[in-house]
């Protein structure tokens, strides 16, 4: 019995990169579905759910995908509300990569240092990315800063990250170099998760802080986010301190993202959001450089 997995991209177009590695992650047969809405994936939830007999649900399941994580989120609560008994396939969310490429980060900072009591800042943090990276080393005992351009809009991500996950983060406004240069003086880690091609901080402003112990840098599109350090860079010691590149740690993160592909057919039980993929990704990280 083939192993289908059922791509449903909240966007118009499915998108490629996750088809790819939906195949590469075991996967025999993908199908995918484009402009999926929580009042249309019903149907599709049947679908998959009556078909096979109870012992061979484990080989359908579903993943969620598409640019806009709340889209993303809606939908997985729209086919959780159709799950009943055993009536059930497994379902993974990772909308624009969101939770694999935050699991990899994470995973890859704990890896190296023991972030209890650390202080994380994390640049640009109200995207997709940074919330749950955030989420997830405040969840590991870190001090968790969340920064953005203006601060009503931190604020409105760490709130929406206590309701959703019942973390704690700080917001905080960067928006000047001022502002930046005091929250970054205070970091221990510095995340960048910025869109791609902006520059969220200059070499000098970081260069010289002297209780910096790792950089890890999301954007691999020129010009990066955090400039001086490379895309290339995987525990590159720069300025006395440890830096990855998006692509540094990127391998990593499709690691998790095929990881994770394969659990789905390993039961018909199986939920995958944020929490449950870092889980893994912290299983998968021990003893990588």
Excluded at 15 to 42: I, L, M, Q
Excluded at 72 to 78: K, M
Excluded at 112 to 122: E, N, Q, T
Aim: proline content about 4%; hydrophobic content about 40%; some cysteine.
């Amino acid at each position: 019995m083939k192993k289908i997995l059922f791509q449903l991209d909240t966007d118009p177009i499915p998108n490629t990169f996750d088809t790819v590695v939906a195949y590469d992650g075991g996967a025999e047969h993908v199908s995918c579905r484009g402009n999926v809405k929580p009042s249309t994936v019903g149907t599709m939830v049947d679908g998959a759910v009556f078909t096979r007999p109870p012992r061979a649900k484990k080989n359908t399941a579903l993943f969620i995908t598409g640019s806009n994580m709340g889209e993303g989120e809606a939908v997985l609560a729209s086919i959780r509300n159709h799950f009943f008994a055993d009536f059930r396939v497994s379902v993974m969310l990772d909308s624009n990569g969101s939770n694999t490429t935050a699991a990899a980060a994470a995973a890859v900072i704990g890896n190296h240092l023991d972030v209890r009591g650390k202080r994380v800042v994390i640049l640009a943090g109200t995207g997709p990315v940074g919330q749950r990276a955030g989420v997830m080393l405040a969840g590991e005992g870190a001090e968790v800063t969340l920064t953005s351009r203006r601060l009503d809009r931190a604020e409105t991500a760490c709130e929406a990250m206590r309701r959703r996950f019942k973390v704690e983060l700080t917001p905080a406004a960067t928006g000047d170099p001022a502002s930046l240069s005091e929250v970054v003086s205070r970091a221990n880690i510095l995340l960048a998760t910025g869109a791609a091609g902006v520059q969220l901080i200059h070499n000098v402003e970081w260069q010289s802080v002297t209780e910096l112990e790792l950089l890890l840098d999301a954007n691999a599109t020129p010009p990066l986010g955090i400039e001086g350090v490379d895309m290339m860079d995987r525990a590159t010691e720069r300025h006395g301190k440890i830096c990855y590149g998006a692509i540094g740690f990127g391998s990593f993160k499709l690691e998790v993202h095929r990881a994770c592909i394969s659990q789905l057919f390993e039961s018909n039980s199986r939920d995958l959001d944020a929490p449950e993929i870092f889980a893994l990704a912290k299983s998968m990280v021990e003893g990588r450089a």
